[in-house]
C-alpha cells in the first residue's frame, strides 16, 4: 500500500514538476465558468459560486504547488 502511493507521488511530482501552470489555470478557468454561470437562469451552481471557490482553492494550491517544485 505504501509503495502505491509513493509510485502515485513520484508520478504526480513528474507530471506536474513539468506543468507548473496548470492546476491555476484550471482554478481560473473554473473562475470563469462561475462568471458565465451568473448570466444563465439561477441554478443552486450559481447560488452557492461553487465553482468561483472551487477555483480559488485550486489556484492557490496550484500556485504553492509550483513554488514548492
Known sequence: MVTK???LVDTLSDFF???KGLIPIIGLLFIVV???LQF???NW???T???LHLGIILAIFG???A???
Open 5 to 7: 502511493l509513493s509510485q
Open 17 to 19: 514538476a513539468h506543468r
Open 34 to 36: 462561475n462568471f458565465i
Open 40 to 42: 444563465f437562469p439561477p
Open 45 to 47: 451552481l450559481a447560488d
Open 49 to 51: 459560486n461553487l465553482f
Open 63 to 65: 500556485f504553492m504547488l
Open 67 to 69: 513554488w514548492a517544485l
